[in-house]
């Protein structure tokens, strides 16, 4: 029996707005889940419903087999780490740590043996007496994080926690939230709008979209086997490629070359004729030049991002907008005419009326 059950979850608010539609999730213990999506697509209100903070309208919500829709935050045993740090300014970072202890009525040894645990484990112990305003926004983070597992709970919500730091915390936070997570082994839902923390640390990915879940998998499968235009847009970065165009004679014309399609939809391509499909490859998924038994592209070079380890070459084809990722020694010329080619094994295709994927 899965540790927490979402059951048809809905969130309706009083002015009629449907906030999340139908939400399902089994999440096993020491899980660790990622909620991912744009802004406003119920991520965050999942979380707060799971947590107890908003009601749920409809559906059931089951803690290890037992209906909890009516308990309340503290019966739910769910500690949450939010997008503002929500220290207490006067109190040093040993009193912030212990505060939710101190509530509990937990002896003063065993809450000192945890402060210094939990302090050592987020590289804390040298600042136990400063106050928060005295902290890197890091390690405002990192303390507000100790709050959390210091209280040896079975599940951990995050909603955003990184989002107020930089790029380089951001990197070093997420591996540290990751090792605290295999540590404790408490079943973890961590809400982000960020896919590359999504794909980093997660077991599972939830992708919504307006308040429908889109598709739940792992990094891989999500990645890898999109159901629909926008998994594959969203994840991945730089995000997938799409160019629409109509299915001629069981081909598509694409840069000035012909692709057949015979080989990906096989005896699926009679149904596409005449209709317009949607294909789709991924930055990365392409060969520079001609390669045989491949799909040919030709355009027009428009910019170019040298990145290090790679480049971005941004393509003009046939007035559609693509992105290429090549390595750093193959970056063309500016405004150069410029053939490249997709493995059929890295393309995608989509129904341009439903935007599901066909194959």
Not at 35 to 53: D, E, H, Q, Y
Not at 235 to 259: A, K, L, Y
Not at 316 to 344: A, C, G
Request: glycine share 8%; net charge negative; aromatic share 8%.
């Amino acid at each position: 029996m899965a540790y927490l059950t979402l059951k048809n979850i809905n969130k309706i608010y009083p002015n009629g707005f449907h906030a999340v539609h139908d939400f399902n999730l089994e999440a096993e213990r020491g899980e660790f889940i990622v909620f991912v999506g744009p802004s406003g697509c119920g991520k965050s209100t999942t979380l707060r419903m799971i947590a107890g903070l908003e009601d749920i309208s409809k559906g059931e919500f089951l803690i290890d087999g037992q209906l909890a829709n009516q308990w309340g935050p503290r019966e739910r045993e769910i500690a949450m780490v939010f997008q503002s740090y929500a220290l207490y300014p006067h109190m040093s970072v040993y009193d912030n740590l212990a505060f939710g202890l101190n509530l509990q009525g937990v002896d003063e040894d065993v809450i000192d043996e945890r402060v210094k645990k939990t302090a050592a484990i987020l590289g804390l112990t040298d600042y136990l007496d400063r106050m928060p305003r005295a902290l890197s926004g890091g390690q405002r983070q990192r303390v507000a994080v100790g709050r959390s597992i210091i209280r040896k709970v079975g599940v951990f919500l995050m909603d955003e926690p990184l989002s107020n730091l930089d790029a380089k915390q951001r990197v070093t936070m997420r591996s540290e939230i990751t090792q605290i997570h295999n540590e404790t082994g408490a079943t973890t839902i961590y809400v982000t709008h960020d896919q590359t923390e999504a794909m980093t640390m997660a077991d599972r990915i939830v992708v919504m979209k307006e308040g429908y879940v889109q598709q739940i998998g792992t990094p891989k499968e999500v990645y890898f086997n999109p159901v629909n235009m926008f998994v594959a847009g969203f994840i991945g970065e730089p995000p997938m490629n799409f160019i629409r165009r109509p299915v001629q004679n069981g081909c598509i014309t694409i840069g000035g070359h012909s692709i057949s399609l015979q080989p990906k939809l096989g005896d699926k391509l009679s149904q596409y004729e005449g209709k317009d499909i949607v294909f789709g490859f991924r930055p990365e998924g392409v060969v520079l030049g001609a390669q045989d038994g491949a799909c040919h592209i030709s355009g027009q070079v428009e910019l170019t991002e040298m990145l290090g380890d790679n480049a971005n070459v941004y393509m003009n084809i046939d007035e559609d907008h693509s992105i290429l990722k090549v390595t750093p020694h193959e970056i063309p010329e500016m405004d150069s005419e410029l053939t490249f080619s997709v493995p059929y094994e890295n393309v995608y295709l989509f129904d341009a009326v439903s935007e599901e994927v066909i194959c």
